[in-house]
């Protein structure tokens, strides 16, 4: 049974930074896609940054520049930073592993999320 457990979220004052962390379990994790998605109230849940099983990085261009995704193969966890957040970023923000070799498939796996509030 595949488990994605998020933690690191919370609230920052604009200009801060937060490091968001998942761990994976029940999966092959060296081999999927990992991902951060996230929702604001009212919009659709969007893709934020993705890490592939080979390293290569996406990211969304409002984050570009600020956020970086990595992930340890050995401890089985995707972790994004986040840097100068602004009141834009508040949202949910969700994990994802994807067997393919992107993210956002009908057959990955998905996290309970976590709140991220910036404060203006």
């Known amino acids: 049974q595949v488990q994605l457990v998020e933690s690191g979220g919370g609230l920052v004052q604009a200009g801060g930074s937060l490091r968001l962390s998942c761990a994976a379990s029940?999966?092959?994790?060296?081999?999927?896609?990992m991902g951060w998605y996230r929702q604001a109230p009212g919009k659709q849940r969007e893709l934020v940054a993705e890490i592939t099983s080979g390293g290569s990085t996406k990211f969304a261009d409002a984050v570009k520049g600020r956020f970086t995704i990595s992930r340890d193969n050995a401890k089985n966890t995707v972790s994004l930073q986040m840097n100068s957040l602004n009141p834009e970023d508040t949202a949910v923000y969700y994990c994802?592993?994807?067997?393919?070799?992107?993210?956002?498939?009908?057959?990955?796996?998905w996290g309970q999320g976590t709140q991220v509030t910036v404060s203006s």
């Open positions: 994802n592993a994807d067997p393919h070799y992107h993210t956002g498939s009908d057959l990955g796996s």
């Open positions: 029940g999966i092959i994790f060296r081999i999927n896609a």
